[in-house]
């Protein structure tokens, strides 16, 4: 058999049974058997997990890394709000390309290799978040495969310029239409503008939504109705939801029927969500991360993301999708071996459908995009926080990190 390279003893999610050979040819996947016969190049990896690349549905490269010049005395999400907005007046161009470069090669380090990105459009910052990232996303397409997903930050309909700017940003390439109807004086307006744009542009939709703990509303219902209304299923996300954490069982069921009837997927973000949720309790205080373990019980399409990185929203973050997926599973109370393997799939297979990646996955024609972590299963990477050791991104090499050494007295 010609090959370019063999990964030998790779164990793949679900079927840890038995170790297997991967062979890649032309930047794709070309075989997988124990024991292929071949005279390629190969690296052996010991039985050691192989996935195909972290997949991170939900971040803000454009504002992540700002924590020194913002004020965070709060901690609730209005200030985080007003905090960025304050500091984007003195973003350039450069600034946002360098901080964002910043983030992304973090992320490339955990072993993501794609990943949707919002970026802020209004009328003080204009298209220069949109263009560095734009020029990241071809400068790192080696190693990534970056969806830009503009949206409105600051309210849309009450910030006039603002869907002009989105437009022009759609027209010169944005791969994703985002809203956020909750800083909007009209939200439904809003969410109709957005689809608006998206059956223009044709192109998915992906709002931030309902992020606060009150039951008695939700924008969910109008962007339902929408999404069911022009037959956009399987094309719409929403962020955070964290209201869906704010209700009982029965409810939820009937919510989660509803997205997953209307094709509408959800990501949770669990590291954003527990830092603002809940800031007025002084005691037992609230979670906040929406049970998308139950959301996907119920048939919806959900994912675990970073959001935002070292800014007031979220002043953590080393970008590792694997650690997203072991907090979720702690906050969850998730214990269970095959619960942890349903976090693995949050942050791989499934967010690979919610960004509608057609050739994702470990198969025979797909991309080699492969990373190797530092564990015998899925269920155990969760668990462990299993470092990623090695990545290929279209059968490259993107980058590497040695396994951990005991030094013993002699
Ligand atoms: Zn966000």
Redesign the pocket.
């Known amino acids: 058999m010609t090959l370019d390279f063999v990964l030998r003893e790779a164990r793949l999610a679900g079927r840890e049974a038995e170790t297997l050979d991967i062979g890649l040819r032309g930047g794709r996947i070309a075989a997988i058997a124990p024991g292929l016969v071949c005279d390629a190049p190969e690296e052996r990896l010991g039985g050691r997990l192989v996935v195909p690349g972290f997949v991170d549905t939900?971040?803000?490269l454009d504002k992540s890394c700002i924590l020194g010049r913002c004020a965070c005395r709060l901690g609730t999400l209005q200030e985080a709000i007003a905090e960025v907005a304050a500091a984007k007046r003195a973003f350039t161009e450069d600034d946002v390309y360098a901080r964002g470069r910043r983030t992304l090669e973090k992320a490339i380090l955990q072993g993501t290799m794609r990943m949707r990105t919002?970026v802020e459009v209004d009328p003080r910052i204009g298209l220069k978040g949109f263009h560095a990232i734009a020029r990241l996303k071809r400068d790192y397409a080696w190693a990534i495969d970056l969806q830009v997903c503009v949206f409105p930050q600051e309210g849309m309909t009450n910030d006039p310029g603002t869907e002009d700017l989105l437009v022009a940003a759609c027209a010169a390439g944005a791969d994703v239409i985002g809203g956020c109807p909750y800083t909007d004086t009209d939200p439904d307006g809003q969410i109709a503008r957005i689809f608006a744009i998206a059956e223009k542009f044709d192109l998915d939709v992906d709002f931030?939504l309902d992020f606060d703990l009150d039951p008695s509303w939700m924008h969910l219902d109008e962007v339902c109705r929408q999404t069911a209304a022009r037959r956009w299923g399987g094309r719409v996300a929403v962020?955070?939801v964290t209201k869906l954490s704010a209700i009982g069982a029965k409810e939820l069921a009937a919510i989660g029927h509803r997205l997953a009837d209307a094709g509408v997927a959800v990501t949770v973000?669990p590291a954003?969500d527990l830092f603002l949720m809940g800031r007025e309790a002084a005691h037992s205080v609230p979670r906040g991360v929406a049970p998308a373990h139950r959301l996907l019980a119920l048939g919806v399409t959900c994912s675990l993301a970073t959001?935002?990185v070292l800014n007031p929203?979220t002043p953590f973050g080393d970008c590792s999708l694997i650690r997203l997926a072991n907090l979720y599973a702690n906050v969850a109370q998730l214990g269970r071996p095959a619960d942890h393997a349903m976090c693995l799939d949050m942050v791989t297979r499934l967010p690979a459908a919610l960004v509608n990646a057609s050739d994702y996955g470990i198969a025979v024609g797909n991309p080699a995009d492969l990373v190797v972590l530092d564990a015998p299963d899925g269920a155990a990477a969760v668990a462990e926080i299993a470092q990623p050791l090695k990545g290929w991104k279209r059968g490259k090499p993107t980058f590497s990190r040695p396994c951990p050494v005991l030094h013993r007295p002699e």
């Open positions: 939900h971040i803000h919002h931030h962020g955070h973000l954003t959001n935002n929203f």
